[in-house]
């Protein structure tokens, strides 16, 4: 029994001394290809992250062109209801602008029926005085 035990620690120990050797070995290989593993992930990154920041780039560009745009025409409707409000206040004012000359005129037309008939009746008063006369 203890003649397999000590062929046993043997074999672990040839087993170990084999794998840590081993990695010894390849541990320069190893760390070459995984830091060359890690630079093409991070060129491989950094070129997605290219291209993203490219596109958000586009598209905060044509955004802002989008906000100017935006902005310009709430400018140009801001003026046009400017505009329209001036319209609506210049309308409202001949309204009553005519509303007073329509006012005016119908006195004006009344005055002057109450002056036909005013004549009309001196007219016969001198009519008739002359026949009698």
Not at 67 to 90: D, H, M, Q
């Amino acid at each position: 029994m203890g003649k397999q035990c000590l062929w046993l620690d043997y074999r672990l120990v040839l087993l170990l001394t084999g794998v840590v050797c081993a990695f010894e070995v390849d541990q320069p290989f190893a760390i070459h290809v995984d830091v060359r593993r890690t630079l093409d992930d991070s060129m491989r990154i950094g070129k997605s992250c290219e291209r993203k920041m490219s596109a958000m780039d586009s598209f905060l560009e044509n955004f802002s062109k989008q906000a100017k745009l935006n902005f310009v025409s709430i400018e140009k409707v801001e003026n046009l209801e400017k505009r329209l409000n001036s319209c609506v206040l210049k309308q409202n004012a001949l309204e009553n602008t005519l509303q007073s000359l329509t006012t005016r005129s119908k006195e004006t037309m009344n005055e002057l029926k109450e002056n036909a008939l005013k004549l009309r009746s001196t007219a016969a008063d001198l009519a008739s005085k002359i026949e009698r006369g």
